[in-house]
């Protein structure tokens, strides 16, 4: 037998006890980065402060807004959601704020927008960096005095839930170019929470693609799940999703392939898998460190991971306890 095909079974068994293992209690977390940031999640979950979630597109960002709703005190409270990119600025400010009857043309009734409807749950901001400048403005004073003052009134209301927002631009970038309020990112960013992109976070794929196929019940054929754990996944978990769906559709009744993901040829590289493939990346690892002189940022440059992946990887080989990342620990 192969070391190929040594690591293809262990996966098959990995993968089939995922599947037989009861389904996790929120967010999928494996990884060592995804289980420090869930730490700090429910840490924050626990406070009523405003926290801006980051991370680039579909790596789950709405996912952990919901965990830190479902977590808080404000969990039999609603909870909306938002994207700021996807209506025009005049209805955002309505939908945001609320207005009067008569306020514009066709305000034949008032409404009290999403801040107070929200009641003593959670509102969150999907793709904060989108929002207009005017309305950045409106939004600050309204986090600071907590108190909205909705369009055509003539005096402010209060209200009581807590403002999630996410983004998956770096605002204080967007700041410096004159895009996002400097004064606001500071008002939102109380708590940031960063999630990393999938591909640093290689122990979740498995489970992620477990608890997708879970109602289902499908097989993944050993070529499948070997093309699931080497794919870099640009798409992060809204491309893992997708790629899954069509498989399934794609499969039938029978084990999904994988020529039914479709995912381009890569090689293996540094991803962590059992058996031969997590020996190898210790190998790489030790390697890359060595040719390097011991210089982290230049290791993870060769191997193609950030160094914060590299810090975490270490860490787990070593089997010490990783130190605190700070509230921006990636997951």
Not at 179 to 197: H, I, M, N, Q
Request: glycine content about 8%; hydrophobic content about 50%; overall charge positive.
């Amino acid at each position: 037998m192969t070391d190929t095909q040594r690591d293809q079974e262990a996966l098959g068994r990995q993968f089939a006890n995922l599947l037989a293992a009861p389904p996790m209690q929120g967010p999928v977390a494996a990884d060592p980065l995804s289980r420090s940031l869930l730490a700090l999640a429910t840490q924050a979950a626990r406070s009523s402060a405003t926290i801006l979630v980051t991370g680039p597109s579909g790596a789950g960002k709405d996912v952990i807004a919901r965990f830190l709703h479902a977590e808080s005190q404000r969990a039999g409270a609603p909870f909306l959601a938002l994207n700021c990119a996807a209506l025009p600025e005049a209805m955002l400010e309505s939908l945001l704020f609320g207005h009067e009857r008569g306020a514009f043309t066709g305000a034949l009734a008032a409404a009290p927008g999403l801040f107070r409807a929200a009641g003593a749950g959670t509102l969150f901001l999907d793709e904060i960096g989108e929002l207009p400048l005017p309305l950045q403005a409106k939004l600050l004073r309204a986090i600071e005095a907590r108190e909205v003052l909705p369009l055509g009134a003539t005096a402010p209301v209060p209200f009581e839930a807590r403002l999630i927002a996410a983004t998956n631009r770096d605002l204080q970038a967007e700041a410096r170019a004159g895009r996002f309020r400097e004064d606001l990112y500071w008002r939102l960013s109380v708590f940031p929470l960063a999630l990393a992109p999938l591909a640093d976070r290689p122990a979740d794929i498995l489970p992620l693609a477990a608890h997708m196929l879970r109602d289902a019940q499908a097989a993944l054929s050993p070529a499948a799940l070997g093309a699931l754990v080497r794919h870099p996944w640009p798409g992060n978990v809204r491309e893992l999703a997708n790629r899954i769906e069509r498989a399934r559709i794609l499969a039938g009744d029978g084990p999904v392939t994988d020529a039914h993901l479709d995912i381009p040829a890569a090689p293996i590289a540094t991803i962590a898998l059992p058996g031969q493939m997590r020996r190898h990346e210790a190998d790489a690892l030790s390697r890359a460190l060595a040719e390097t002189g011991g210089r982290r940022r230049e290791a993870a440059r060769r191997l193609g991971i950030s160094e914060r992946a590299l810090r975490y990887k270490l860490a787990a080989q070593e089997g010490r306890p990783r130190a605190s990342a700070g509230a921006g620990a990636p997951a």
